[in-house]
């Protein structure tokens, strides 16, 4: 099975090497997939100094600060243009274990989405304040009723397709951005009823590098639950 793991980033030149060697290092050797976006502190040249040493590490390199969302979006284009049987996203701030994407691409023997999830097992996060933690698992509490989808880490970043899964996907209608663009993707595979399967993972808090979250990622998704509600009530998927 050949395997391609896409990770956007954005200023994480403190961890992209040595996230690309901890990937390559794995028993399935995965291709890995940079989705930069022109980061200022120069990621995508470290990116293009392994691509050229090593022909399974690529880079797609943007012009500025497109999105989350878009980044995903191009790097999956870009990976079902070409002969890629899986394909595996995640973060690239070591808050998901490289050496999980091993259990993640195993899985999908049996599964056409595995979901690397923090609230199947009880409660993984690590390093958490209190107040982010009971947001994101609210959150997802709140989506998952909503939306009808029984997953229970609805917003999480870490997951491996199936090729024909992403395939079946519009993903050029996919606008949102941060947590929404987890839900809208998640809610749609379900929604065509792919079997979807959650691995509990450990999720660590970044180390390195800043985050991002803001109040306009968390109302996006507060709006996007109440769009894939009505689009449910409705049928129209
Ligand atoms: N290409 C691209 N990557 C992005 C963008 N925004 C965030 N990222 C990357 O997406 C991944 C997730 O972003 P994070 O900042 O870790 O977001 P988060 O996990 O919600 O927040 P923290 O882990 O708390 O910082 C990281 O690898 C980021 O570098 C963007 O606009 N474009
Ligand atoms: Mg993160």
């Known amino acids: 099975m050949k395997v391609v793991v896409v990770v956007p980033t954005y200023n994480e030149a403190e961890n992209i090497g040595k996230l690309i060697k901890e990937l390559r290092s794995l028993p399935i050797s995965p291709d890995v997939l940079v989705v930069d976006d022109n980061s200022p502190d120069g990621t995508w040249r470290i990116v293009e ?3 050229e ?3 399974a590490v690529h880079l797609l390199r943007r012009p500025g600060k497109l999105g989350l969302g878009s980044a995903y979006v ?3 284009k870009w990976a079902l243009s070409r002969d890629y049987d899986a394909i ?3 973060d690239a701030d ?3 274990n490289p050496q999980d994407v091993q259990r993640l691409v195993e899985a999908l023997k049996d599964c056409d989405v595995v979901i ?5 097992n009880g409660v993984s996060v690590i390093n958490w304040p209190i107040g982010r933690l009971l947001l994101s698992y609210f959150a997802n509490k709140y989506a998952r009723l909503l939306t009808g989808v029984k997953i ?3 917003t999480g970043g870490f997951k491996a397709f199936k090729r024909e ?4 996907l519009d993903l050029d209608s996919i606008k949102s951005d941060g947590y929404a663009f987890q839900i809208e993707v998640n809610f749609y595979l379900w929604m065509k009823r792919f079997k979807m399967c959650e691995l509990p993972i450990i999720f660590v808090e970044r180390r390195a590098g800043q985050s991002k979250l803001n109040r306009s990622i968390i109302w996006e998704a507060f709006w996007l639950v109440w769009r894939l509600f009505f689009k449910r009530l409705l049928g129209r998927v």
């Open 49 to 51: 100094r392994m691509a």
């Open 53 to 55: 040493k090593d022909p």
């Open 74 to 76: 191009e790097g999956f």
């Open 88 to 90: 595996v996203q995640m």
């Open 94 to 96: 070591f808050s998901h």
């Open 116 to 120: 690397g999830s923090r609230y199947s």
């Open 152 to 154: 229970n880490d609805l």
């Open 165 to 168: 899964a992403l395939e079946a």
